[in-house]
């Protein structure tokens, strides 16, 4: 068949797309991120503060890791749970931090916490049953829970509680068709943290009810109010309940690494790793190498880092509040400030939700992600992650649209 006659058959009978990938679609923030691209190539300079992603460079002590262990021929396959030695630092991590059970047995090496979360619900959820989890919540968590053909059930976090996690009413949503309960503490996009005891007050019940709980702690360092509280605590008191989720990829600055992991009970994990060995194999093996010397050396370049964002934290939620129309306290945790946008919809200029506000924003030169594909359409938000600099001039493009609109 020549190619004209190939695209002439298009539309006859069009091969089909399986019933999953019908209802997938692309991560709103990644979406917004390709938008701001596509946007400053044709010209537009654009501040860009929709990436939840450190402005930092990854520690140079990790890079020279990663840059030897190329040139000592660390370019081949590992196991399919990844390098021994980073499994068993990554163990040790919990161990020492927070008395966790955790072997190097029971911990994998993923392809970023994305990659965990996705294994883990695969493994876990079946079609028909439920994962109950806070809202708002990060974009991927609804769709991977869907992909995997169960149902999100979301219990709404209270913005005037600053979204703190609460075990209760996420207690109170489990039905016996509850596989497990989701949680994200710090919270993206919320800034939500959870105390121990209502961490402890959820895996007990969870425990009860015969439930996971799969905790994703990707942001657990960045905690500006309250206490840093983990799942790891509780671990050896429900061995067969707890999941740990974390990531190198916001602690580190190393987005690009692509390198996460998750902990867990032996019969949850072993089938996590049979699903990596069918579907991505080991992590980049010498990106692994660079994983293991963050562990060992990159504290000092951590701290400065906190340090930095606690700064950007304090000065964001102010510049945000004192907007016309815009309502946001400071983030209990995570980098990211989630301010209520709802008082603007509604007058002169056609703004009726977090989608309208934010396509005005990004013509005006700054990026934001629309609350409502976090499940709260009040609200936008907007990363601290990013250069004071670029932080106030894009909260200046803010200030100028936001006149406008409020009148
Ligand atoms: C809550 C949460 N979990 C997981 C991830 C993914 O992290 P990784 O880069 O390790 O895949 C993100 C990234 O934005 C996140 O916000």
């Known amino acids: 068949m020549s190619p004209s006659s190939v695209m002439e058959s298009r539309g006859s009978v069009l091969p089909k797309l399986s019933r999953r990938a019908g209802g997938l679609a692309e991560s709103a923030t990644m979406e917004i991120n390709r938008r701001a691209g596509e946007l400053r190539a044709a010209g537009h300079e654009i501040i860009d503060l929709s990436a939840g992603e450190p402005d930092f460079p990854t520690p140079p002590t990790v890079v020279e890791a990663a840059r030897r262990a190329l040139s000592d021929g660390h370019t081949r396959y590992t196991a399919a749970a990844g390098l021994p030695d980073l499994r068993d630092a990554v163990a040790a991590r919990y161990a020492g931090a927070w008395g966790a059970p955790w072997t190097g047995r029971e911990t994998v090496v993923t392809v970023g916490a994305k990659a965990a979360l996705f294994e883990v619900i695969q493994v876990l959820v079946d079609e028909g049953d439920e994962v109950v989890m806070p809202s708002p919540a990060w974009v991927s968590f609804e769709e991977q829970i869907r992909f995997a053909g169960g149902t999100p059930v979301t219990v709404p976090t209270d913005p005037k509680e600053r979204f703190a996690l609460r075990a209760q009413p996420l207690l109170d949503a489990i039905t016996e068709r509850t596989r497990m309960v989701l949680v994200n503490s710090p919270c993206n996009p919320t800034g939500g943290v959870a105390t121990q005891a209502e961490l402890e ?112 934290r304090s000065l964001v939620a102010e510049a945000l509040d004192a907007l016309p129309g815009v309502h946001c306290a400071p983030a209990d945790g995570a980098f990211y400030a989630f301010p209520d946008v709802s008082e603007v919809y509604g007058h002169a200029g056609g703004i009726d939700g977090s989608i309208a506000i934010c396509a005005r924003l990004l013509e005006a030169g700054v990026a934001l992600v629309p609350g409502i594909a976090f499940g709260d359409d009040r609200f936008v938000r907007l990363s601290f992650a990013a250069s004071q600099e670029n932080l106030r001039r894009g909260i200046e493009r803010m200030a100028e649209t936001l006149d406008t609109l409020h009148g």
Request: aromatic content about 10%.
């Open 201 to 312: 007050a959820l895996v007990r019940g969870c425990v009860e009810r015969g439930v996971y709980v799969l905790s994703d702690e990707t942001y657990e360092l960045f905690v500006w109010h309250g206490e840093k509280a983990s799942v790891a605590a509780c671990a050896a008191g429900a061995p067969d309940n707890v999941i740990l989720i974390g990531s190198f990829s916001k602690t580190y600055a190393m987005t690009g690494w692509r390198l996460g992991w998750l902990l867990g009970p032996p019969e949850v994990v072993s089938k996590v790793i049979a699903l990596q060995s069918h579907a991505t194999s080991n992590p980049t093996t010498f990106a692994m190498y660079g994983a293991l010397e963050a562990l060992r050396s990159a504290q000092d370049d951590v701290d400065a880092m906190i340090r930095a964002f606690a700064e950007r």
